[in-house]
């Protein structure tokens, strides 16, 4: 409860385990899955400089709700994992490569770290893997998916929310 990440303006990840007395950046670098890679952080002025673009934008952050250790970046560079509060990253590859679709919007099962869902667009992605295989679906809006939430009173239940 004492753990707290900050996102800033320019995309620096910070994380702080003192309940904000001291933080530290958080420089995710990743590969993809296929290269078996994990990076471990190192500090640089814009800790995502390999992974965004200075035109791409950290768009969704998520904490996996079983597992507080797992945090999940999206953005149109794609989709990050972080097993162990932030300091490695891998690069989960949905079906759509992210520099045709990107990642928008996480959400995983509230009770099961093996069921993932990303927003790519109008697309909504889905594994039941922990993200080692993707299948989608694209839903029949015009707008992109801004936002996804799973009901944790009932699981079966999700939402969505969609904009420009």
Request: net charge negative; hydrophobic share 40%; proline share 7%.
């Amino acid at each position: 409860s004492r753990e707290i990440f900050v996102i800033t303006a320019s995309d620096n990840l910070f994380k702080s385990a003192d309940g904000r007395e001291n933080f530290a950046a958080l420089a995710p670098e990743a590969r993809s899955t296929e290269d078996q890679g994990i990076i471990s952080s190192a500090p640089r002025p814009n800790p995502f400089g390999s992974i965004l673009g200075s035109r791409d934008r950290i768009s969704a952050f998520l904490l996996d709700p079983n597992d507080f250790f797992t945090l999940y970046l999206g953005s149109a560079e794609g989709l990050l994992r972080s097993r162990d509060g932030g300091f490695n990253w891998e690069r989960l590859n949905l079906l759509i490569p992210p520099e045709d679709l990107p990642v928008s919007a996480l959400t995983v099962h509230p009770r099961s770290s093996q069921v993932i869902f990303a927003g790519a667009g109008t697309q909504l992605h889905q594994s039941t893997d922990g993200g080692v295989s993707w299948s989608f679906a694209a839903l029949p809006v015009t707008s992109r998916i801004q936002s996804l939430a799973i009901s944790p009173l009932e699981p079966q239940l999700m939402f969505a929310t969609l904009g420009r």
